[in-house]
């Protein structure tokens, strides 16, 4: 019984007993931060360099405005999210998606005039941007 009570007093060996486990926490802990953050990244990485659109036309239209035909060449779907002409913000029929190997023709609505250059810049939702100038007929 003695030796009993003297073991719960003796506090000697609890301290680095603690603090080592404490340490061990604190590195599984962050270790998994570090792991789970290292996936989120790479993995949007991975989309935003798989993601390959280009123009293959674009027509200017007296009715419509501006037609462009565009071609999905990379390995993720593609989800257009804002179109600017001359870096003002211009509709165009929403939502335009292209599934891989996919094109199609997004019109945007606008007024031209003849003679004048445009800078079309798409943008998709990861961020990708494609930018032409273009010189109306």
């Known amino acids: ?11 000697r060996a609890i ?4 603090s080592n486990l404490l340490l061990t926490v604190v590195a599984v802990a962050a270790m998994s931060i570090a792991t789970t953050a290292t996936y989120v ?17 674009l027509w200017f239209n007296n009715s419509t405005g501006i037609s462009i035909y565009l071609r999905n060449i990379g390995k993720v779907a593609i989800h257009v999210s804002a179109v600017y002409v001359n870096h003002t ?41 494609l930018v032409e100038y273009y010189k109306a007929p």
């Open 89 to 129: 913000s211009q509709s165009f029929v929403s939502p335009f998606d292209l599934e891989i190997d996919q094109h199609g023709w997004l019109n945007v609505s606008l007024a031209w005039t003849s003679d004048s250059i445009y800078y079309v810049d798409i943008v998709t939702t990861r961020g990708t941007h």
């Open 41 to 57: 990244i790479t993995t949007n990485l991975r989309e935003i360099m798989s993601e390959r659109i280009i123009i293959e036309d």
């Open 1 to 11: 019984m003695k030796t009993l009570k003297k073991f719960f007093r003796d506090k």
């Open 15 to 18: 301290t680095p007993v603690l």
